[in-house]
């Protein structure tokens, strides 16, 4: 078994910043992909940025050139620099990793919220 624990969510101004957590219970290396999706409110889950191998990623468009994924495999922790937030980017951000060992995994969510 698995567990992903975010952190990091919270209430910030529009052009402000929040990095997000997600950390693994297992190597990291183990999970064939690994990254971030978000939900607005009456919206579908969408991608935001994942890890597609251990070094190439895909982006959302809406977040190309504001949002950068990265990974500590010491710590089995994947962040999420969001920068220049707007109050379009307000929901819940969910970690997800995927594995044959373990399937796909989410973790329970954090809130970010983008006043305008």
């Known amino acids: 078994q698995v567990q992903l624990v975010e952190s990091g969510g919270g209430l910030v101004q529009a052009g402000g910043s929040l990095r997000l957590s997600c950390a693994a219970s297992?190597?990291?290396?183990?999970?064939?992909?690994m990254g971030w999706y978000r939900q607005a409110p009456g919206k579908q889950r969408e991608l935001v940025a994942v890890f597609t191998s251990r070094t190439s990623t895909n982006y959302a468009d809406s977040v190309k050139g504001r949002f950068t994924i990265s990974r500590d495999n010491a710590k089995n922790t994947v962040y999420l620099q969001m920068n220049s937030l707007k109050p379009e980017d307000t929901g819940v951000y969910y970690c997800?990793?995927?594995?044959?060992?373990?399937?796909?995994?989410w973790g329970q969510g954090t809130q970010v919220t983008v006043s305008s």
């Open positions: 997800n990793a995927d594995s044959s060992s373990w399937g796909s995994v």
């Open positions: 297992r190597s990291i290396f183990r999970f064939n992909t």
